[in-house]
T-cell receptor, first 112, second 112 residues
Framework: SQQGEEDPQALSIQEGENATMNCSYKTSINNLQWYRQNSGRGLVHLILIRSNEREKHSGRLRVTLDTSKKSSSLLITASRAADTASYFC????????????FGEGTQLTVNP | DVKVTQSSRYLVKRTGEKVFLECVQDMDHENMFWYRQDPGLGLRLIYFSYDVKMKEKGDIPEGYSVSREKKERFSLILESASTNQTSMYLCASNLYGSYEQFFGPGTRLTVL
């Protein structure tokens, strides 16, 4: 069953604008991760936020986590054309730690 | 840098053929994973392995088997390929106890 669900499914913005993607999940988690996938390629890890953290930054990325609402958001500031990609959230699925459940992804298009 | 490689980027096979997808990682990771990715469904875990000769079923193991004879190599086997196995197949690996997964570039398999 799907654990993470991203919203929106697709997002189109202009270069320089901020992009916000949301992820909702159903069960309790230890942490939540965001990954990026360029067209037809593998996924690349962006950032991990633990369940006891509320916000985390990495460069132009800002991730928030609200465990009471079972939701997370990824904000990309000052977007660039090179940020065009699909973005996935992933939640750990229990005791095994490494086993992740991925959402369906948000396709971000940044227009130059 | 961690490198995860997959034997083919594109593969075309016929219904009923036995198909081998190979994945190799060079960072001595204990855990290795096979996912398939389909539009609208995100990534779904097929099988994973946490040690040589060890394997566990993921969410959609039917029609697939795996082999891990050496720590660095994890093979996905389609015993008798069917058209509904046309998909993008992604391999990943990580260290035991770690959450971040490192992905290969993917193999786009078409079964005719």
């Amino acid at each position: 069953s799907q654990q993470g669900e991203e919203d929106p499914q697709a997002l189109s913005i202009q270069e320089g604008e901020n992009a916000t993607m949301n992820c909702s999940y159903k069960t309790s988690i230890n942490n939540l991760q965001w990954y990026r996938q360029n067209s037809g390629r593998g996924l690349v890890h962006l950032i991990l936020i633990r369940s006891n953290e509320r916000e985390k930054h990495s460069g132009r990325l800002r991730v928030t986590l609200d465990t009471s609402k079972k939701s997370s958001s990824l904000l990309i500031t000052a977007s660039r054309a090179a940020d065009t990609a699909s973005y996935f959230c992933a939640t750990d699925a229990g005791a095994s730690g490494s086993r992740l459940t991925f959402g369906e992804g948000t396709q971000l298009t940044v227009n130059p | 840098d961690v490198k995860v490689t997959q034997s083919s980027r594109y593969l075309v096979k016929r219904t009923g053929e036995k198909v081998f997808l190979e994945c190799v990682q060079d960072m001595d990771h204990e855990n290795m994973f096979w996912y398939r990715q389909d539009p609208g469904l995100g990534l779904r875990l097929i099988y994973f392995s946490y040690d040589v000769k060890m394997k566990e079923k993921g969410d959609i193991p039917e029609g697939y088997s795996v082999s891990r004879e050496k720590k660095e190599r994890f093979s996905l086997i389609l015993e008798s390929a069917s058209t509904n196995q046309t998909s993008m197949y992604l391999c990943a690996s990580n260290l035991y106890g770690s959450y971040e997964q490192f992905f290969g570039p993917g193999t786009r398999l078409t079964v005719l």
